[in-house]
């Protein structure tokens, strides 16, 4: 059964509820490696995530409030920082995580302070990541929060992620982390600044799906502020499906990106690790590349796309995940689609589904092309620029891949 979306107010109302436990816990906050105690009964489980890339210039002296929507639920919320892509050390001041109300606005109460190694400010690294320490209490599947970020000092280039298609704030002058009220965040933006992962502490056993695309997994041409990437509606049917345990699900989509070559952010070979294989929980990649690739000019062969699929799949079975190919879908109608292109496509799903070199495969192609024109979308699912599915084709994405699939026995 299809889930029903709550109204706004009972989503927001939920969502406190879910975090109230974080506001009025009673617990100090502790560091993360005093919290090791009752893992036993827990695993650490990434419920969101957005890759790193560079972004624009970094602004010192701001807060960045960053809109995300968890998918695992559990307890002992941590966020990791990154600086990935950065010249310089950057400084966060102070961090807070609190359930979304309405605009910029958090929910009164639920605003907590996060702690690194027990302290408010933490400095990151050129190239570098730091995880804050665990908040005690619960945070609900499918929670908005809002993850405020006081930049205290940075210069050179910012670390983040460029294609949210989610608002989120930008109060462009002082520390308004703490703030419940969204009135010193002036600006808005689709950046996710900093912010890359979100983490709990989910049931023993609980595990995670990892997302490594291009735009159309990153979500290109769904509709903004309403969560329906494929990955998205994934993440309720996993949240929704009693027979299995993988529950977390973290999109590292980049919108442009390619397999062998980077561009519109590293290539899937050289992000692998950070973006993919670094995150809590792992139990499976679904690997969904190749058209940026294909469609380049020039553009690689057949058997130098499929190296490169093979490459992931040992790096990802070395880690003991799972490895779930996607077929690579229709894009006839594509400015830069040619006859030459569609042979490599061809060619590589052909790999895909018949080489047994994946776990399991999942057959976005079909799902998706027009069985009157196998080169076409389905129009009941293109977007309108023949490349990108709409809302109805993600679900439709989503609703192909077999859960089972998702667990290979490793």
């Known amino acids: 059964m299809r889930h029903v979306e709550l109204p706004r107010r009972a989503r927001r109302a939920a969502v406190a509820l879910a975090l109230g436990a974080l506001a009025f816990g009673g617990v100090t ?13 827990t695993t650490p489980v990434v419920t969101w995530a957005a890759s790193a890339d560079r972004l624009d210039t970094a602004v010192p002296e701001r807060t960045h409030r960053v809109v995300v929507r968890t998918s695992a639920g559990g307890s002992a919320l941590r966020i990791r920082l ?35 190694r027990g302290a408010a400010s933490v400095t990151v690294p050129a ?16 929670a908005d929060l809002a993850v405020s970020l006081y930049v205290r000092d940075a210069s050179g280039t910012a670390t983040g992620h460029r294609m949210g298609l ?23 933006t689709s950046f996710r600044y900093y912010l890359d992962a979100v983490v709990t502490d989910a049931p023993r056993g609980t595990g995670a799906v990892v997302a490594l695309g291009d735009s159309i ?9 309403t969560n329906r990437r494929w990955p998205d509606f ?21 919108s442009g990106n390619k397999v062998l070559s980077d561009g519109a952010g590293e290539s899937a070979l050289k992000r692998l690790d950070r973006d993919v294989l670094s995150q809590r929980g792992l139990r499976t990649v679904i690997l969904l590349e190749g058209v940026n690739d294909i469609k380049a000019t020039p553009a690689p062969t057949a058997a130098a796309m499929i190296d490169g699929y093979r490459q992931i799949i040992a790096r990802t079975h070395a880690t003991g995940a799972c490895a779930v190919g996607a077929t690579v879908m229709p894009y006839q109608g594509w400015r830069e689609w040619n006859a030459a292109g569609e042979a490599v496509r061809q060619e590589v799903n052909t790999f895909i589904r018949e080489s047994g070199a994946f776990d399991a495969v999942i057959d976005f ?19 309108g620029d ?14 192909t891949v077999d859960t089972r699939a998702l667990r290979c026995g490793r």
């Open 29 to 41: 906050t502790v560091p993360q490696e005093a919290a090791a105690a009752p893992a036993a009964r």
């Open 82 to 116: 990154s600086n990935a892509f950065g010249e310089q050390p950057v400084t966060f001041g102070s961090a807070y995580a609190g359930a979304v109300d309405s605009g910029a606005a958090v929910v009164p109460g639920t605003n907590r302070a996060l702690t690194f």
């Open 127 to 142: 190239g570098g990541s730091v995880y804050s320490d665990p908040l005690p209490g619960t945070v609900r599947p499918y």
């Open 166 to 188: 989610q608002t989120s704030y930008i109060a462009p002058a002082g520390d308004h982390a703490a703030e419940d009220a969204g009135t010193a965040y002036t600006q808005r």
């Open 217 to 225: 997994t990153d979500g290109a041409s769904s509709t903004a502020d």
């Open 234 to 254: 994934l993440a309720r049917r996993l949240g929704d499906d009693r027979r299995t345990n993988v529950k977390g699900v973290a999109n590292e989509g980049i």
């Open 365 to 383: 192609d079909t799902a998706i092309g027009d069985p009157a024109a196998p080169e076409r979308m389905l129009p009941a699912y293109d977007s």
């Open 386 to 399: 023949h490349l990108h599915p709409n809302d109805a084709g993600m679900q439709v994405m989503a609703d």
